[in-house]
């Protein structure tokens, strides 16, 4: 069913009436609304609502699927409402130099090794020439999330978990000068050749200067993926991901009961227990090096566990959990990465999660569109498809905004030196008024305030997909509508093999359509 009535649109110039107590200074701006986010985050911590930094990570191994590529990618979750838009991309290759020194948002500094390699990414909106997140002015690449460098190399990042205080207390996270989440990508993808290369590059990173925060990271390859979680300033472990294997991520840690010798398939930290241990929170057996990560390293939040029910039951129609599941009630080994059985022996890496089918690519797209996985706090999504070792053979699939309002379109990047415009069109920050706007385009946040649309903002598809978002939101026909025209786009994508630019204009063009029949 569609809509035409204007939902949000009055067509006029843009006003500056102080009758619209509209927030003038782009200073003042970002000042107010870095407080007013870190004052959300601090209340979800305490008040524990809807966790604030929702992101949810997917990893299918080869065995798996239904055409035998490697399968792997995340959601990124933030204040959407409150402007942090992101761009897409291809950095050159040599944009930083051998011996260059890169200072990034929060006080990490590496010195380039080698001139970089050429690399798709999504990173937020520094078009301005002001970095987003530290408001910074010197040259880097504000929170790169993911993407594939020229070599093969894909790497997904920034999905946030949790650390007992106990632990941090032990091992600190160095946040004067730490890698910090969004650094990772930067680093990895302008150095590394391989995802061995990328693993020992961050867990020397790791060991040394050491980490700002807590998370994982997804790194692969043709030849072999690994999973690494940080949970205190320098102790990680990390698993190398065999065909069999299947987890989701909702900020859960995942790494559950692991044998350290098995260094074939576990990198980690030399004193990993022994921290634990000081902290008083080691669970496993020191003597036989078996620690349970999980368990003794992370502060688990139990709204995290509706979106990891979403996913079991997607996966499997039989698993039938509930949607206000928590954290006890689930078993570690039912989602959890071990490489120990029943029985105590040392096996290969495993979880207990079993999908009755093998699946598609867009299952994995489906995934996370499910609800509470796809929300309107979406910025982007990517998922990597590695079906060889060929130049083509890599496959990265982005959506910008909700992907529940938006199709994922087919990047080949090895071979991607050029992105569509919409995807890497930047706009001024968003400006924010306390009272509903007399005259002009603009949006209500969740947060009690009206955004009002930047200029140009229809150049840019992350603007153009979070208006249909905003639409959908209003009005339950439309949201129906635009969810289904997103699929149809979706199978004509993927039933016509449209790759690269010829399909960012198409998702583009048709999302244009849809604002134009609802008033936009």
């Not at 200074?25 to 000042?31: A, F, G, Y």
Request: some cysteine; hydrophobic content about 35%.
């Amino acid at each position: 069913m569609k809509n035409n009535s204007k939902i949000y649109l009055e067509i006029s110039s843009k006003t500056n009436s102080k009758t619209n107590s509209k927030i003038n200074s782009k200073t003042d701006l970002k000042i107010n609304i870095k407080k007013f986010l870190t004052v959300l985050a601090v209340l979800a911590v305490f008040l524990n609502p809807v966790r604030a930094f929702a992101c949810t990570e997917i990893y299918i191994g080869s065995h798996l699927t239904d055409d035998g590529s490697t399968v792997f990618g995340r959601l990124e979750e933030y204040y959407s409402d409150m402007g942090m838009p992101k761009l897409f991309d291809a950095v050159p290759s040599g944009v930083h130099k051998a011996g260059e020194k890169y200072l990034g948002c929060y006080g990490f500094k590496w010195t380039f090794t080698h001139d970089s390699y050429r690399y798709t990414a999504f990173c937020d909106d520094n078009s301005q020439g002001v970095c987003p997140d530290c408001e910074g002015t010197h040259e880097h690449t504000p929170y790169q999330a993911a993407g594939t460098n020229e070599k093969g190399l894909s790497v997904s990042a920034t999905e946030t978990l949790e650390s007992k205080e106990s632990i941090v207390s032990v091992d600190p996270f160095n946040t004067e000068s730490g890698i910090e989440e969004a650094e990772i990508p930067t680093i990895l993808l302008s150095e590394a050749a391989t995802a061995r290369e990328a693993i020992e590059l961050l867990t020397e990173i790791l060991s040394t200067t050491g980490g700002c925060s807590a998370g994982s990271v997804i790194v692969g390859d043709a030849e072999e993926t690994w999973y690494i979680e940080s949970l205190s300033g320098t102790q990680y472990a990390a698993v190398k991901l065999n065909e069999d294997l299947l987890f989701v991520c909702p900020n859960i840690s995942i790494i559950g009961l692991v044998d350290l010798d098995d260094t074939e398939n576990i990198l980690a930290s030399d004193k990993l227990i022994e921290t634990a241990v000081r902290a008083g929170t080691f669970k496993g057996d020191a003597d036989a090096r078996i620690i349970d990560l999980a368990a003794s390293y992370e502060d688990p939040y139990d709204s995290n566990y509706s979106r990891l029910s979403a996913a079991l039951n997607f996966l499997s129609s039989e698993a039938a959990w509930p949607t206000n599941m928590k954290a006890g009630d689930i078993d570690s080994r039912d989602f959890r990465i071990s490489n120990v059985d029943a029985k105590g022996n040392t096996v290969p890496p495993y979880t207990g999660i079993v999908a009755d089918r093998k699946l598609s690519i867009r299952d994995a797209m489906e995934l996370f569109r499910r609800p509470p996985i796809s929300k309107h706090r979406s910025l982007e999504t990517h998922l990597f498809q590695i079906k060889g070792a060929g130049k083509d053979d890599t496959v990265e699939w982005i959506s910008m905004g909700d992907p529940l309002y938006s199709a994922f379109v087919p990047y080949l990047p090895m071979l991607t030196t050029d992105v569509s415009a919409p995807y890497r069109a930047g706009t001024e920050m968003p400006e924010y008024a306390e009272e509903k706007p007399a005259e002009g385009l603009y949006y209500a946040t969740e947060y009690g305030l009206w955004g009002i649309y930047p200029e140009g903002w229809h150049n840019s598809f992350y603007w153009v997909s979070t208006a249909l978002e905003h639409i959908a939101r209003k009005d339950k026909s439309a949201a129906r509508h635009i969810a289904e025209s997103m699929s149809a786009l979706q199978d004509e994508i993927c039933r016509k093999q449209m790759t690269g630019n010829a399909a960012a204009e198409k998702a583009y063009q048709t999302a244009l359509e849809l604002l134009k029949e609802y008033g936009m």
